[in-house]
């Protein structure tokens, strides 16, 4: 393998892995605690708004996997690091999860507020794109099963997909959509209240850490798989 | 330092992702008018011709513009520049409300006159609990 000794990751990954469980148990208990009870209502959504604790972590820990995915997968198709294409395949699965949960929370959230469950807007619309190119590297896996064709044509295509991730951020800014604009601002105050942004946070945290654990488990899959079959199995 | 390979591949990929976010801006640029899911007052006003397909016009609902007549809702959509009169009989979403963002559903029948099919309610990206906004009221 070069670059990495197997057994020694796997060992590693094994071992944090129980702790990992523990923590993010913890911090969704916390963060479950904080936003379906104690944080405020919303002075115009009243309890809609708890659905915004779900959605927005999801939306934002699928963009960020998927931006990961495609980082890695650029070391890859240049310098042809085989130990970081089982990386950027293992954090796949709870990535295309958090598109999925991030698309039905915010359907569940646009019919009470918006008086519908789906609108062709650009943000929406680009987030779906986001949840079909997850589906495509995902089933690319499935279906190349020559080692080199795999890793280049899974590879281009969380490339090519990268492209949307800042039409996804900056489309409430570019045309008028339905979906509103980002209460969080990095250069400005943030129009969303202290009270609300807590359980955001934790929440994130919590969604953060199940992404570590689902890929940690994947990813000893992998390693087990390489063991077994042979390096050709990627 | 690197192989001869290691350059090309890079270069392929800096050329691919160079044609394809062009090619991607090109046709978002040319489709602008499309991508935006509705039009303003302001534009409804700039329109060359009043086209008979169904359109969107969003804005805020005018402060103390809404009258209900029968079963017709009527109020006043503004961008703050320009009106538009709104007319629509159904159900409204919860949040529809005065000074709150709308999107209305519908066809013009002049600039100044639209009549709506479906009203969606826009939320903004203010998020506070109730007593706080009760305090900026006052």
Known sequence: MGLFNQSKIFLLTNKYQKFILIFFLLVLSVGLLEALFLSPQDYLQGDSVRIMYVHVPSAWISLGIFSLIAF????????KNRNLIIIAKSFAP???????????????????????????????????????????????????????????????????????????????????????????????????????????????????????????????????????KGLNRL | MYGKKVKLRALFLITLILSLTLIVFLVLYSLKENVVYFLSPTEIKTLNEVKKDKIRVGGMVKKSSINIINDEIIFIITDFQNEINVTYSGLVPNLFQENKGVVAEGFLEDKNYFKATKILAKHDENYMPPDLNKKKDE
Request: aromatic share 14%; no cysteine.
């Open chain 1, 72 to 79: 890695l997968s650029i070391l890859v198709f240049i310098f």
């Open chain 1, 94 to 228: 709870s990535g295309f999860v958090f598109t999925l949960i991030a698309l039905v929370t915010g359907s569940i959230w646009g019919k009470p507020t918006w008086g519908t469950w789906w609108a062709w807007d650009a943000r929406i619309t680009t987030m779906l794109i986001l949840g079909l190119f997850y589906l495509m590297y995902l089933l690319a896996w499935r279906i190349f099963e020559d080692r080199n064709s795999v890793v280049k044509i899974t590879s281009l295509i969380s490339i090519i997909g990268a492209i949307n991730i800042p039409i996804i951020k900056f489309s409430v800014d570019w045309w008028n959509t339905l979906h509103q604009p980002s209460s969080i601002k990095i250069l400005s105050d943030s129009s969303i209240h202290e009270a609300m942004l807590l359980p955001l946070i934790i929440m994130t945290a919590a969604f953060a850490l199940f992404s570590l654990l689902i890929f940690l488990m994947k990813y000893n899959t992998e390693l087990i798989k390489i063991k077994t």
